[in-house]
């Protein structure tokens, strides 16, 4: 089983969730690779922090070219950043390294780039990838004042793709967020899927802690449903 990691917004904490995960499935002893699609924003070597941090935390070894197909400098929107650079991001290499991925590993963990509608070319965005690889989806909410919309939109939207939302994860990134609990409760009440866990505020989040954050069990009860 694999999973695609879509927010609400960028910099939700997407990378910090995926990252946990691998930690959790990696723990129960399965073997586990981060994919990072699209990036955007590399450092001097065309390697991404986020993609990086994937790499670290995944127990299969793959090459960073695996994890990460599509790399630009700039941190700006990767279709905007792809047309500068003079690249066009073709979805057919994206699924040739997840293949790849998936004869090796027992979970990916795929992360999008930024929401779940970023647009990647001049007629495909993350939700058509999602679709592409049929992959069931996580949705972090980055919890914050807007998160109940956010979120509710985000999930028709996949919804709308004909995707499954199988859990979703509040990531509080206000401490001093006002109705913090009543937020998460509703959001609880409106959206289908289970809630996997809630990360209280960090200042230096660490994914090995998260991971303890997160009730995986349930995504292993659903694996088992489907299998």
Same mark, same amino acid.
Not at 175 to 190: G, V
Not at 193 to 211: C, E, S, W
């Given at each position: 089983?694999?999973?695609?990691?879509?927010?609400?917004?960028?910099?939700?904490?997407?990378?910090?969730?995926?990252?946990?995960?691998?930690?959790?499935?990696?723990?129960?002893?399965?073997? #586990?690779?981060?994919?990072? +699609?699209?990036? =955007?924003?590399?450092?001097?070597?065309? $390697?991404? !922090?986020? %993609?990086?941090? @994937?790499?670290?935390?995944?127990?299969?070894?793959?090459?960073?070219?695996?994890?990460?197909?599509?790399?630009? #400098?700039?941190?700006?929107? +990767?279709?905007? =950043?792809?047309?500068?650079?003079?690249? $066009?991001? !073709?979805? %057919?290499?994206? @699924?040739?390294?997840?293949?790849?991925?998936?004869?090796?590993?027992?979970?990916?963990?795929?992360?999008?780039?930024?929401?779940?509608?970023? +647009?990647?070319?001049?007629?495909?965005?993350?939700?058509?990838?999602?679709?592409?690889?049929?992959?069931?989806?996580?949705?972090?909410?980055?919890?914050?004042?807007?998160?109940?919309?956010?979120?509710?939109?985000?999930?028709?939207?996949?919804?709308?793709?004909?995707?499954?939302?199988?859990?979703?994860?509040?990531?509080?990134?206000?401490?001093?967020?006002?109705?913090?609990?009543?937020?998460?409760?509703?959001?609880?009440?409106?959206?289908?899927?289970?809630?996997?866990?809630?990360?209280?505020?960090?200042?230096?989040?660490?994914?090995?802690?998260?991971?303890?954050?997160?009730?995986?069990?349930?995504?292993?009860?659903?694996?088992?449903?489907?299998?």
């Amino acid at each position: 089983m694999s999973y695609f990691i879509t927010g609400t917004d960028t910099g939700v904490g997407k990378t910090l969730v995926s990252c946990a995960l691998l930690h959790a499935f990696s723990a129960q002893g399965k073997r #586990v690779v981060g994919f990072k +699609p699209v990036a =955007a924003g590399c450092d001097e070597h065309d $390697h991404n !922090e986020d %993609a990086l941090q @994937l790499r670290a935390a995944s127990n299969v070894l793959a090459t960073y070219g695996q994890i990460n197909p599509y790399c630009f #400098v700039p941190p700006i929107a +990767p279709h905007i =950043a792809a047309r500068n650079s003079g690249v $066009h991001i !073709e979805m %057919a290499r994206i @699924l040739t390294s997840f293949n790849e991925l998936k004869a090796q590993a027992d979970e990916i963990i795929v992360e999008g780039v930024g929401g779940f509608l970023v +647009p990647l070319n001049e007629k495909e965005d993350t939700a058509m990838l999602a679709q592409h690889m049929a992959l069931p989806v996580i949705l972090v909410v980055g919890v914050r004042l807007g998160c109940l919309n956010h979120a509710l939109l985000t999930l028709k939207v996949i919804e709308s793709y004909q995707l499954e939302c199988v859990g979703w994860v509040a990531n509080v990134l206000d401490e001093n967020m006002p109705a913090l609990q009543q937020n998460i409760d509703t959001l609880s009440d409106r959206l289908e899927a289970p809630l996997l866990g809630v990360i209280p505020f960090q200042v230096k989040p660490d994914a090995r802690v998260v991971a303890t954050c997160l009730n995986i069990n349930l995504l292993l009860q659903q694996q088992e449903l489907h299998e």
